[in-house]
């Protein structure tokens, strides 16, 4: 690979990992301008990285062409820590004008991850390995919802929510029918186990018939289901539904 298509790459990567303000100056000496969002652990002036801020507030900080901005969008949320070698300190429909254009030009990586988090059920006590599976197939979710969108004829169109139900259904579809199959059948074979006569004069509740709360009372069996070992009389069996112990 070419020594300058390597540097291309390189600096790709680190944009869309790794956005700093280094990473900004370096792009900068490359004649290369740069818009993108800070996480909270990067290397940044205390006053962007920890901001206090109320609704609708935002603050800005410059070192010649670099400029940060911290904004709070509403109370309750976190701030937004953005900085750009291109935009100026400007606001734009009560937000700063470099958040604006940021939401307007980004793509790719960025927007796969703020479509990918609209649905995310991503669980903490996950292995590493599972979330990065499932973090694919949820991108296999969003790609085939924008080929959906783009060949269907239905009008209205699904949106993104019906759509990921719809096809959570149709996938499951084959094994909730089988899982019900086999739960049916499972009821009938235990409704088939056999019966046996305890020893001695011992008696035992029947499953079916007996209760011994209401208008049909107590009723006694000197027979038990060979499996789960309740009372069941011969002519109740077939009414008998075993769980095994």
Known sequence: MPQDCLT?????????????????????????????T?????????????????EKESIYIRQGRILLCAYK????RKPVRIISS???AAQENDKPAMICSYNKFMGGVDLADMMTESYNDGRKTLKVWKKVVFNLMHRMVINAYIIYKENTSDNPKLSR??????????????????????QDDNRQNK???????LPGH????????????????RRRSRTV?????????????????????
């Open 8 to 36: 291309k790459l390189i600096i790709y990567l680190l944009t869309v990992f790794f956005s700093s303000i280094n990473l900004a100056k370096e792009l900068l000496a490359k004649g290369t301008l740069f818009t993108g």
């Open 38 to 54: 800070l996480r909270a652990n990067r290397q940044m002036p205390n006053t962007i990285k920890n901001p206090v801020l109320q």
């Open 73 to 76: 969008e509403r109370n309750g």
């Open 86 to 88: 291109f935009s100026k």
């Open 161 to 182: 929510l019906s759509f990921t139900q719809r096809l959570i259904e149709d996938l499951a579809k084959d094994h909730m029918v089988l899982r019900n199959e086999n």
């Open 191 to 197: 409704n088939k186990h056999g019966i046996r006569k």
């Open 202 to 217: 011992r008696e035992k509740d029947c499953d079916v018939c007996s209760d011994r709360n209401g208008y049909g009372g």
């Open 225 to 245: 289901c060979r499996v789960c070992g309740k009372g069941v009389h011969r002519e109740c069996k077939d009414n008998h539904l075993c769980v095994e112990s």
